[in-house]
């Protein structure tokens, strides 16, 4: 009779022990939360809710920075060849089953405002409203293939990979409207609702992976939208602090032989890095990143430099060493050649003269391109149109302009300038 009057006398020992652990562990959590950072805090509730990571970061002006060409040489194209170079690439494409990876390398190369006259000729604001548009593009694939654009919570999600009414590249088309000059209010219509490019931005921002695959062209993007605020950081949807600084790390970690286009899309991105820094009175990038961004130019500029082909091209090699006994591949595409050869002179074009090649060099490939341009069908250039279209806008930046400046310049610089070139010659 005894024993259950000795555990009655226990339970409020056990009680007031009980109650003095869960007030300590209580005191923890709260000394905890009083230590962690508020963005600490913001992941942690985030997770906790089953929502994205907050986005604190957004640009203030409503366009986007813009990269000039840094150099103007008549001898890399004249006037008359950059003129036929350019007709050949107005975009004529069909309207019919219209691939997003064509407009979007269209749209880079002549912009969105460019004015077209003939009207089977794509201009800029209806290049701008295919991809923006999801009405536009589900008419043209007969309403038979998922929309390019769809609804997140909180943006928009443009589909990419796999199917051919997709855009190619993660990130491609925001980089091609961003480049294209449009504005951060510019109508973006889903199946669901009108929302704007800021939108299509932002969910670009969340949904960022430091480690996915192709990140040039949303550093790209993200450097000409926030770089000119001087915004160096930013947290994606998983709560993790990314940077242009552990971007360039990323991007010049990996073999220069990979990535998209031989990767000289990876070299672009890292020169138009460069650029925003300095424009932005180097406030972007730490010195460090800015060094090693120097660093890996000149490096491209050193094997560049070496593996260029006697006709003025190159190919699928253009990264081997000098002195090295790799040798060029024999059936070498030809559209590889044109690839390579377009891309390092449109990097070049926006880089200082520190990082080129000797002139000779860079004016034997702008006359190998407009050659193998201009001795083309027209259908061989329309089969082959985004090799084609870094071609004719490196050769524009070459003559200090963009394709859209120069093919809308008056009627009389237009004669003059053909008058001076004849002269010259």
Excluded at 96 to 102: A, E, F, S, T, V
């Amino acid at each position: 009779m005894s024993r259950p009057a000795q555990s009655g006398r226990r339970q409020p020992v056990t009680v007031i022990r009980f109650l003095l652990v869960q007030a300590t562990v209580v005191l923890a959590v709260l000394l905890s939360w009083s230590m962690i950072s508020s963005d600490q805090k913001l992941a942690v509730a985030s997770t906790a809710m089953r929502q994205p990571y907050p986005l604190t970061v957004k640009p203030t002006t409503s366009t986007a920075a813009v990269i000039t060409s840094l150099h103007a040489d008549e001898q890399v194209i004249s006037d008359a060849d950059l003129d036929e170079a350019l007709d050949r690439l107005i975009p004529r494409f069909s309207r019919k089953h219209l691939r997003p990876n064509l407009i979007e390398h269209a749209l880079r190369t002549w912009g969105g405002f460019v004015d077209f006259k003939d009207e089977d000729e794509i201009d800029g604001p209806e290049m701008a409203a295919f991809l923006t548009d999801s009405a536009r593009h589900l008419e043209s694939w007969e309403n038979n293939v998922s929309p390019m654009l769809d609804d997140s919570p909180l943006g928009v999600v443009v589909r990419w990979g796999g199917a051919r009414s997709n855009s190619v590249h993660h990130d491609h088309a925001l980089a091609a409207l961003t480049e294209a000059g449009l504005a951060l209010d510019y109508p973006v219509i889903t199946p669901r609702r009108k929302m704007e490019l800021r939108h299509v931005l932002e969910e670009a921002l969340r949904d960022f992976r430091v480690d996915g695959v192709e990140p040039e062209w949303s550093v790209l993007s993200f450097a000409l939208w926030l770089g000119q605020d001087g915004i160096s950081e930013w947290y994606n949807g998983s709560g993790r602090k990314v940077g242009f600084d552990m971007l360039v790390d990323r991007m010049v970690r990996e073999a220069m032989q990979h990535g998209v286009c031989l990767g000289t899309h990876r070299v672009y991105t890292l020169a138009a890095l460069l650029r925003i820094h300095e424009m932005r009175e180097e406030t972007l990038l730490q010195p460090r990143s800015a060094k090693i961004i120097k660093g890996y130019l000149h490096e491209v500029q050193r094997r560049i430099q070496a593996s260029q082909a006697e006709d003025g091209s190159w190919g699928l090699d253009w990264m081997r060493q000098p002195g090295s006994d790799e040798t060029a591949p024999a059936d070498t595409p030809f559209n590889r050649r044109i690839i390579a050869t377009g891309h390092h002179l449109e990097w070049m074009a926006i880089s200082a003269e520190e990082f080129h090649i000797p002139r000779e060099q860079i004016v034997k490939a702008g006359q190998w391109l407009t050659r193998q341009l201009l001795d083309s069908s027209q259908e061989e250039i329309d089969k082959s149109y985004t090799y084609y279209s870094h071609v004719v806008r490196a050769l524009a930046l070459w003559r200090g302009s963009s394709p859209a400046e120069f093919y809308e310049r008056p009627a009389a610089d237009s004669t003059a300038n053909d008058v001076t070139s004849e002269s010259q010659d």
